[in-house]
């Protein structure tokens, strides 16, 4: 209780503010999640529709070979009675088989409009997930206190050095860190590299990075698909632990960390339960745990 009530008097002054305006951020990528659901829900909706009328076209297509039967019976039955009435039979098969040809082209034309229209949507909602998410990231750094330390004249990023020294990340920002230099090197424009990929891992969930004389709480991991939610339910409250989050904090960084298709179990929460850590880590564990 003492190591909390002191992490709480270091806490810098405006960090409220600061978690007010995560959990803005946080209201936001609900939002946007919301209308995925929405949007897939109508896209289902209208793949629905085009496989009824495929099914249309099927028994279409049926009616017509059963047409075509009848049609080949009849000029069997009327060969006897000349020529003239089996060619007309065979241009009316022929002119019905390119009828039916040219409506199958048709609606797979159609449906192919449709994939396309939907996978541009999903790509449009994915990207507003994508900058939410770096927002949030951004939100959270500058809550925890780091220091803003204007970029060297020139395109590039901070990375990581083995030799110990002064972080080199500008030329007035003092302090050292872990046996690690931050420099700047050149990078493509399309080169992003974080503060979690710059920066030394910490030893242990307690630990602290120091930044220009300023220290910066790491970060939980995001949490996806490719490991159990109990396995990283222990890392999370590990670090929760370390870092002193109170019972507000704690379920924002829980809902910051998680990605790709996790972030729908969000859609299908109340505001009430996603600002409680308890609800929402049940209802991580009812979809993705192993332990039932």
Known sequence: ??????RGSEMPEGSQPGLKRLENLVAGLVQAVDKMAQEISENKE????????TNEISEIKQETSAEMRMDLMREEMLAAFGGGTVEHGKRLRQDLTKEFKEELVAVRQQCEGHTEFLESKVEEVREEVTRLRHSMEK????????????EPTGQGHPYASSEPGNVGCCGGCGGRTRSTHLWYAPAPKDDVITLQQSLPPPSDAGSTWHI???????????????????????????????????????PLQLMASLCGPVLEILAHMMASQRSTYTAVSEALRRRFGSVF
């Not at 970060?219 to 370390?242: N, R, T």
């Open 139 to 150: 939100q959270s750094l500058g809550t925890w206190g780091q220091p803003e330390c204007p």
């Open 46 to 53: 209208e793949t629905s529709k085009i496989k009824q009328e």
């Open 212 to 250: 220009g004389g300023t220290s910066v709480q790491p970060k939980p991991a995001e949490f996806g698909e490719q490991v159990a939610w109990e396995a990283y339910q222990a890392h999370f409250e590990l670090l929760a632990q370390g870092q002193g989050w109170s019972n507000q904090e704690k």
């Open 1 to 6: 209780m003492a190591d909390s009530d002191v």
